[in-house]
């Protein structure tokens, strides 16, 4: 970052927002919200938008929406309603996306934010409502290939909707012309008119699967404000059970919203909005890209221009939207197949009262009932799936750093992640984990074999003690077969001893090492360099 | 249609017989009439065929078991194409049955085919379809109505025994006023919408076309009802419409409303609307003029909130997913532009376009935003209204049936509204049942209009009138 945006410039973010709620059914239909079923596999007329179809609310997502609300320490609207939003896209089957306008399920909240100086922020969240998802746009092949197909598309103007192979596999296509943008702007223009591909497909899987929008404050002041932000945002979710979390599935989408300012002024700069971020690192890295930008543009004297920018994230760049792709009326009003949902007070307070503890509590709960590290205590609280973990395995095995230490250290690097998915399927439960820590606190194995072991439970999915007991792990604390094993040691390394003999008091270490090694890391390390010592001394003497 | 059913009880006519006595009419003089634009032979006489098994077992479902029905085609039917009478849906044919298709399957009721509609609904002549214009019965050479003009000259013409069509702002009233058949618009939400192709969402109701008042009520009562696939439908029982005919309009208070007799009301709807208040009167109903002073502005609100929620409703058809996708688009803007240029007729493009307009940005407090306001003024007038009277009688239309291609100017059909819109910006019921014939031999509608959810007693006052009268004696000569 350049020094004059440092001194002259304060930066002002505000995050726009979308989780996909973890409901089983879609947003106004019965569909199920799997992710990765064959394409069009999970739709019906409704949200395939067919003539004559009728939205229906789902209450569940409804109560995900209260959840996330009351937490965020939000006003929820007493009644609220739904509304049209629209826009011509292929990947919206009614061309319009019911959603909310001007009254959202819940306004004027906050999240708190920790810095990593120990302070913390609140930012202010301004709105949270609820809408149906679009479907996807997936080209037909890899765009080289299309560009080989290139007469086809001339010859017979835009493909006719068609299905394609397998009856169960019912892809909807399309013309390709602006469409694929958003992805792929930057290859395209390098190859040539957008006419090059052929072809593109809609999977309407994804079509009305519930949303949930929380627009924040421009309260951000810092790129990596911004994704402190998310952080905790996702958390929250994912504590909630309302979303999993997941941004490069798209479970989770950030556009950002950002503008400078001289410092003191009071007024907001000119914004840009940011999109096409996927990772916590993407919006950090697209933020400070645009605050560079935008100072450089201020101090050279220009106007920044109010538009979309998308972040391109291999060339680490922002780049204008067209205008035509972004500049929609989007004409809202009330949607009339709906009635206004009314929210009863008793069963807003029944869902506070079942809400769970959430990541800063309990993050500050594991510091002063366990004693962990802030480090320690943060990591553990990421998913609420693992700090579960993280405390059942402590009421098996009370020294909370050991079980912290293997968590962070083999648990995590095993995994694939830390979310609730990830760890409901680990092969080694908290239980078994404990009983491993076990066999190193009473001396059965040592350390090293141990991670040898967590990784044999691992892929067998058997106990520590089975393990151990069929490969013949147990640590040799006996005495007549550990000096046996030193006395071949000695025999066969003359070289240290000389040494320590001269006086290297070190030789003693590397031939404890030997020992170790030759017992296959079985021996009990205190037990072999007190027995070495003993022999070593009685050698020198 | 309760005839037929008695016969069929009776054995006298079997609904296999019955179906294809429909089926042979339909083809002998429907070329004339222009009334259906699909007819379902085979599915009319597979369902006849399950409904005579029924009643030779001695279990018919129900008082429209094997009566044969035509539907308007704007009400999806699976595997049946639905065209809206628009080229956009020329070839569609709906994967899903609409709620009220499914209810009157499982009440026995034989579809006998589509019926001829304006595109989606859009027009009061039935002049606008895509495909064919529908004639009157009673003079083929003026319009049956519209929109549900089909389905209006298939029930006078004996094309059908009853049949299905909706309301937006008087789609089934005025062509049943200018059919001689009586058409009944039920309370907003009284019949579930699902599978009815939208045109205007807060407007849109269901209801029968039907040759007397008993038909209507049954064919009422086999459809209304709560719905979990329609949000906007009641909550509330469904009354026995058929018992409910019989009991007069003695004590019934009457509100005759000023503005409904106006200089712009053909002098001989005027005369019969006047008589049949008479008549009422006779039967021992009271009469008092009233007042509803929003009147006026009700075509002005209607055009506005009806083509806003159209220009919504109709954006999915885009030549994706389904119905027309016109060749040669160049890329998808393109492609959407020649689609429903090429796809949409005159009078929807003229819809759209207005209701776009009206909910843009900078316009819609001006437009969309007062024409609501307005609609919940239009709503108090009759909730004041009510407060006096227990039903509303009017004229259906200002005129008998006009010519076809008489009125080229969209304001001069939009103004055939002006007595229909009113009750669906309310939401209220209202039914059109025949009250005599003008010069020309032309059949005139006096319109019945009550409470939010008191079918009831607007049948009872339509039966009540029906029964007092010789009206229905007459019927339209086609050879």
């Given at each position: 970052?350049?020094?004059?945006?440092?001194?002259?410039?304060?930066?002002?973010?505000?995050?726009?927002v979308?989780?996909q709620?973890?409901?089983?059914?879609?947003?106004?239909?019965?569909?199920?919200?799997?992710?990765?079923?064959?394409?069009?596999?999970q739709?019906c007329?409704?949200?395939?938008?067919?003539?004559?179809v009728l939205?229906?609310i789902?209450h569940?997502?409804?109560?995900?929406?209260?959840?996330?609300?009351?937490?965020?320490?939000c006003?929820?609207n007493?009644?609220c309603?739904f509304?049209?939003?629209?826009?011509?896209?292929?990947?919206?089957?009614?061309?319009?996306?019911?959603?909310?306008?001007?009254e959202?399920?819940?306004?004027?909240?906050?999240l708190?934010i920790?810095?990593?100086?120990?302070?913390?922020?609140?930012?202010?969240?301004?709105r949270?409502?609820?809408?149906?998802?679009v479907?996807?746009?997936?080209?037909?092949?890899?765009?080289?290939?299309?560009?080989?197909s290139?007469?086809?598309?001339?010859r017979?103007g835009?493909?006719?909707?068609?299905?394609?192979?397998?009856?169960?596999?019912?892809?909807?296509?399309i013309?390709?012309?602006?469409?694929?943008?958003?992805?792929?702007?930057?290859?395209?223009?390098?190859?040539?008119?957008?006419?090059?591909?052929?072809?593109s497909?809609?999977?309407?899987?994804?079509?009305?699967?519930?949303l949930?929008?929380?627009?924040?404050?421009?309260d951000?002041?810092?790129?990596?404000?911004a994704a402190?932000?998310?952080r905790?945002?996702?958390a929250v979710?994912?504590?909630l059970?309302?979303?999993d979390?997941?941004?490069?599935e798209g479970?989770?989408?950030c556009?950002a919203?950002?503008?400078?300012?001289?410092r003191?002024?009071?007024?907001?700069?000119?914004?840009?909005?940011?999109?096409?971020?996927n990772?916590?690192?993407?919006?950090?890295?697209?933020?400070?890209?645009?605050?560079?930008?935008?100072?450089?543009?201020l101090?050279?004297?220009e106007?920044?221009?109010?538009?979309?920018?998308?972040w391109?994230?291999?060339?680490?760049?922002?780049?204008?939207?067209?205008?035509?792709?972004?500049a929609?009326?989007?004409?809202?009003?009330?949607?009339?197949?709906?009635?206004?949902?009314?929210?009863?007070?008793?069963w807003?307070?029944?869902?506070?009262?079942n809400?769970?503890?959430?990541?800063?509590?309990?993050?500050?709960?594991f510091?002063?009932?366990?004693?962990?590290?802030?480090y320690?205590?943060?990591?553990?609280?990421?998913?609420?799936?693992l700090?579960e973990?993280?405390?059942?395995?402590?009421?098996?095995?009370?020294?909370?750093?050991?079980?912290?230490?293997?968590?962070?250290?083999?648990?995590?690097?095993?995994?694939a992640a830390?979310?609730?998915?990830?760890?409901?399927?680990?092969p080694?439960?908290?239980?078994?984990?404990?009983?491993l820590l076990?066999?190193i606190?009473?001396?059965?194995?040592?350390?090293?074999?141990?991670?040898?072991?967590?990784e044999?439970?691992?892929?067998?999915?058997?106990?520590a003690?089975?393990i151990v007991r069929?490969?013949g792990?147990v640590?040799?604390?006996d005495?007549?077969?550990?000096?046996?094993?030193?006395?071949?040691?000695?025999?066969?390394?003359?070289?240290?001893i000389?040494?320590?003999?001269?006086?290297?008091?070190?030789?003693?270490?590397?031939?404890?090492?030997?020992?170790?090694?030759?017992?296959?890391?079985?021996?009990?390390?205190?037990?072999?360099?007190?027995?070495?010592?003993?022999?070593?001394?009685?050698?020198r003497? | 249609?309760?005839?037929?059913?008695?016969?069929?009880r009776?054995?006298d006519?079997?609904?296999t017989?019955?179906?294809?006595a429909?089926l042979?009419?339909?083809?002998?003089?429907?070329?004339?009439?222009?009334?259906?634009?699909?007819?379902?032979?085979?599915?009319?006489?597979a369902?006849?065929?399950a409904?005579?098994?029924?009643?030779?077992?001695?279990?018919?479902?129900?008082?429209?078991?094997?009566?044969?029905?035509?539907?308007?085609?704007?009400?999806?039917?699976?595997?049946?194409?639905?065209?809206?009478?628009?080229?956009?849906?020329?070839?569609?044919?709906p994967?899903?049955?609409?709620?009220?298709?499914?209810?009157?399957?499982a009440?026995?009721?034989?579809?006998?085919?589509?019926?001829?509609?304006?595109?989606?609904?859009?027009?009061?002549?039935?002049?606008?379809s895509?495909?064919?214009?529908?004639?009157?019965?009673?003079?083929?050479a003026?319009?049956?109505?519209?929109?549900?003009?089909?389905?209006?000259?298939?029930?006078a013409?004996d094309?059908?025994?009853?049949?299905?069509?909706?309301?937006?702002g008087?789609?089934?009233?005025?062509p049943?006023?200018?059919?001689?058949?009586?058409?009944?618009?039920?309370?907003?939400?009284?019949?579930?919408?699902?599978?009815?192709?939208?045109?205007a969402?807060?407007?849109?109701q269901?209801?029968?076309?039907?040759?007397?008042?008993?038909?209507?009520?049954?064919?009422?009562?086999?459809?209304?009802?709560?719905?979990?696939?329609?949000?906007?439908?009641?909550?509330?029982?469904v009354a026995?419409?058929?018992?409910?005919l019989d009991?007069?309009?003695?004590?019934?208070?009457?509100?005759?409303?000023?503005?409904?007799?106006?200089?712009?009301?053909?002098?001989?709807?005027?005369r019969?609307?006047?008589?049949?208040?008479a008549?009422?009167?006779?039967?021992?109903?009271?009469?008092?003029e009233?007042?509803?002073p929003?009147?006026?502005?009700?075509?002005?609100?209607?055009?506005?909130?009806?083509?806003?929620?159209?220009?919504?409703?109709?954006?999915?058809?885009d030549?994706?997913?389904y119905?027309l996708?016109?060749a040669?688009?160049k890329?998808?803007?393109?492609?959407?532009?020649r689609?429903?240029?090429v796809?949409?007729?005159a009078?929807?493009?003229?819809?759209?376009?207005?209701?776009?307009?009206?909910?843009?940005?900078g316009?819609?407090?001006?437009?969309?935003?007062?024409?609501?306001?307005?609609?919940t003024?239009?709503r108090?007038?009759?909730?004041?209204?009510?407060?006096?009277?227990?039903?509303?009688?009017?004229?259906?239309?200002?005129?008998?049936a006009?010519?076809?291609?008489?009125?080229?100017?969209p304001?001069?059909m939009?103004?055939?509204?002006?007595?229909?819109?009113p009750?669906?910006?309310?939401?209220?019921?209202?039914?059109?049942?025949?009250?005599?014939?003008?010069?020309?031999?032309?059949?005139?509608?006096?319109?019945?209009?009550?409470?939010?959810?008191?079918?009831?007693?607007?049948?009872?006052?339509?039966y009540?009138?029906?029964?007092?009268t010789?009206?229905?004696?007459?019927?339209?000569?086609?050879?």
């Open positions: 970052m350049s020094t004059a945006m440092k001194t002259d410039y304060e930066i002002v973010i505000g995050l726009e979308h989780a709620l973890l409901t089983l059914s879609k947003m106004f239909c019965g569909c199920p919200t799997t992710f990765g079923a064959e394409p069009n596999t739709t007329p409704i949200c395939q938008g067919m003539p004559g939205p229906v789902n569940r997502a409804v109560e995900f929406g209260v959840r996330a609300a009351l937490v965020f320490n006003r929820i007493p009644a309603r509304a049209r939003k629209h826009y011509y896209y292929p990947d919206m089957p009614k061309n319009f996306q019911i959603s909310q306008y001007e959202p399920l819940a306004e004027d909240g906050w708190e920790d810095r990593p100086d120990g302070s913390w922020r609140r930012i202010g969240i301004q949270l409502h609820l809408e149906e998802d479907g996807k746009l997936v080209h037909e092949g890899p765009l080289a290939t299309a560009q080989a290139l007469v086809d598309f001339n017979s835009v493909p006719l909707m068609e299905t394609v192979s397998r009856p169960d596999i019912r892809w909807r296509r013309g390709i012309q602006r469409l694929h943008l958003e992805e792929d702007v930057g290859k395209l223009v390098h190859e040539g008119p957008l006419a090059t591909a052929q072809a497909l809609v999977d309407f899987n994804r079509s009305g699967v519930p949930m929008e929380t627009v924040s404050r421009p951000i002041r810092a790129p990596e404000e402190a932000y998310l905790a945002f996702r979710l994912v504590y059970g309302v979303c979390g997941n941004m490069e479970s989770l989408r556009d919203n950002i503008s400078l300012r001289r003191g002024a009071t007024e907001l700069g000119t914004k840009v909005e940011i999109k096409n971020m990772s916590f690192r993407n919006v950090q890295r697209a933020l400070e890209f645009e605050a560079e930008r935008q100072s450089r543009a101090e050279a004297g106007r920044i221009v109010q538009e979309t920018r998308l391109d994230a291999d060339r680490g760049l922002t780049r204008a939207m067209r205008s035509k792709e972004y929609h009326d989007y004409r809202y009003f009330a949607e009339p197949d709906l009635v206004p949902l009314r929210l009863d007070r008793t807003v307070e029944e869902i506070r009262r809400l769970p503890e959430l990541p800063r509590a309990r993050r500050q709960r510091v002063t009932q366990y004693g962990l590290p802030a320690d205590a943060d990591l553990l609280t990421q998913s609420r799936a700090a973990y993280f405390e059942a395995a402590v009421r098996e095995f009370p020294n909370a750093k050991v079980v912290s230490n293997w968590i962070m250290s083999e648990l995590l690097r095993q995994l830390d979310d609730e998915r990830a760890i409901a399927a680990s080694i439960s908290p239980a078994r984990l404990a009983g076990r066999l606190d009473d001396a059965t194995i040592s350390g090293k074999i141990a991670k040898a072991v967590f044999k439970m691992f892929r067998s999915g058997e106990d003690q089975t069929r490969e792990l640590q040799v604390a005495t007549a077969a550990l000096e046996k094993m030193i006395d071949e040691v000695l025999a066969a390394n003359p070289k240290p000389e040494d320590y003999r001269q006086g290297k008091t070190a030789a003693a270490k590397a031939l404890v090492g030997l020992v170790m090694k030759a017992s296959g890391g079985k021996a009990n390390p205190a037990l072999v360099n007190q027995l070495l010592q003993e022999k070593l001394s009685r050698m003497g | 249609m309760h005839e037929l059913a008695d016969a069929y009776r054995g006519v079997t609904p017989a019955a179906a294809e429909y042979a009419r339909i083809e002998k003089l429907d070329g004339r009439v222009g009334a259906y634009l699909t007819v379902t032979r085979e599915q009319a006489l369902a006849a065929k409904a005579e098994g029924r009643y030779r077992s001695k279990a018919p479902r129900g008082p429209l078991d094997g009566v044969p029905i035509a539907l308007k085609d704007l009400l999806c039917t699976r595997g049946v194409r639905t065209t809206c009478a628009s080229k956009i849906l020329e070839n569609f044919v994967p899903y049955d609409a709620t009220v298709v499914e209810r009157l399957a009440a026995g009721a034989v579809m006998l085919g589509k019926t001829n509609l304006d595109e989606f609904a859009m027009g009061s002549s039935t002049e606008h895509a495909f064919q214009p529908t004639r009157n019965p009673w003079d083929l003026r319009v049956p109505g519209g929109s549900s003009g089909g389905s209006a000259a298939a029930v013409a094309l059908a025994a009853g049949a299905l069509g909706s309301d937006t008087g789609s089934i009233r005025q049943a006023a200018f059919c001689g058949v009586v058409g009944f618009k039920p309370t907003y939400g009284r019949v579930s919408r699902y599978g009815l192709v939208a045109f969402s807060s407007l849109d269901i209801g029968p076309l039907a040759k007397d008042v008993r038909d209507a009520a049954l064919l009422l009562g086999a459809i209304a009802g709560p719905d979990p696939h329609d949000s906007t439908s009641v909550n509330e029982p026995d419409y058929a018992a409910a009991g007069g309009v003695g004590g019934l208070r009457i509100g005759v409303p000023r503005e409904y007799f106006t200089e712009g009301v053909d002098p001989d709807v005027q019969s609307v006047r008589q049949a208040i008549v009422l009167c006779e039967l021992g109903a009271t009469t008092q009233i007042s509803l929003t009147t006026d502005y009700g075509i002005a609100v209607y055009y506005l909130i009806a083509p806003a929620e159209a220009s919504s409703n109709l954006a999915r058809y030549g994706v997913k119905g996708r016109a040669g688009a890329d998808l803007i393109d492609m959407y532009g689609t429903r240029a796809g949409f007729g009078e929807v493009k003229r819809r759209i376009m207005l209701g776009a307009y009206a909910l843009s940005a316009y819609y407090d001006a437009y969309y935003g007062r024409a609501q306001k307005v609609r003024l239009v108090r007038d009759f909730e004041a209204a009510f407060a006096q009277v227990d039903l509303i009688v009017a004229p259906t239309a200002p005129n008998v006009f010519k076809h291609g008489e009125k080229e100017d304001l001069a939009y103004l055939n509204d002006v007595f229909t819109v009750a669906n910006l309310a939401g209220i019921p209202a039914v059109s049942v025949r009250c005599g014939f003008s010069a020309g031999g032309l059949p005139i509608g006096l319109q019945l209009i009550g409470k939010p959810l008191d079918e009831p007693t607007v049948l009872r006052a339509a009540a009138y029906e029964q007092a010789r009206w229905l004696e007459r019927r339209p000569n086609l050879g």
